[in-house]
């Protein structure tokens, strides 16, 4: 059973530079979420798809943030132009329909972005 | 919007105590609430979650929580800590997206240290 895995796990970079992580779901979820997480706080949502239907985005997504699914399988978030305040653990979920009615996810290890 | 408040950003306790960790929820309609459980370095493990069946709900690793809607309160707690239990707890409650997706909206944290 293979869970959520995403890539990569630590990134590091100077401010400005453009980062891109990758999540692969579980393999028969057709729903994946994006959430942030800083320091000592708990998940933020970020964005939300449907196959490779880009649902919803929260307000926390500038226009420096932007989220793909383009077959329905995995997914990439990349930020353009990194700032200090990006750093954060991005963590991505999953889960199928009939979990998708709870709200309950699956979620991968992170990718934690330190940015200098 | 739905949303959860844990009491407590920081619970110690010691080996075979009680664990007691608190979350009350906000919500407009039914709540599905949940309990994820936070490792260093890694990401958000399921515990248990109530989808209203049963108030008392039992979890993974020995932990339960009670759903009380008079106190909208939703408490994790287990009758004997364990030094493998030292992690951060996250509440969550389901919120519905604009598309109609729930999506989980989480608490601020509590970091469980156990005392040997």
């Known amino acids: 059973d293979t869970g959520v895995s995403q890539d990569p796990r630590h990134k590091i970079t100077k401010r400005g530079q453009n980062v891109t992580f990758r999540c692969d779901p579980i393999s028969e979820h057709n729903r994946l979420y994006w959430y942030r997480q800083t320091l000592g706080q708990g998940p933020e949502f970020l964005t939300y798809?449907?196959?490779?239907?880009?649902?919803?985005k929260s307000r926390l997504l500038s226009d420096r943030f932007s989220a793909e699914r383009p077959k329905g399988s995995f997914s990439t978030l990349e930020i353009q132009r990194t700032e200090q305040g990006d750093s954060a653990m991005y963590l991505c979920a999953s889960s199928t329909p009939v979990q998708g009615v709870t709200g309950e996810l699956f979620f991968g290890e992170g990718s934690r972005l330190t940015v200098l | 919007a739905q949303s959860v408040t844990q009491l407590g950003s920081h619970v110690s306790v010691s080996e075979g105590a009680l664990v007691l960790l608190r979350c009350n929820y906000s919500s407009s309609v039914p709540p599905y609430l949940f309990w994820y459980v936070q490792y260093p370095n890694q990401g958000l493990q399921l515990l248990l979650k109530y989808t209203s069946a049963a108030t008392l709900v039992k979890g993974i690793n020995g932990f339960e929580a009670e759903f009380k809607k008079s106190e909208t309160s939703f408490h994790l707690t287990k009758p004997s800590a364990h030094m493998s239990d030292a992690a951060e707890y996250f509440c969550?409650?389901?919120?519905?997206?604009?598309?109609?997706?729930?999506?989980?909206?989480f608490g601020q944290g509590t970091r469980l240290t156990i005392n040997p």
């Open positions: 798809f449907q196959n490779e239907a880009q649902l919803e």
């Open positions: 969550a409650v389901s919120d519905k997206g604009i598309q109609g997706a729930q999506k989980l909206v």
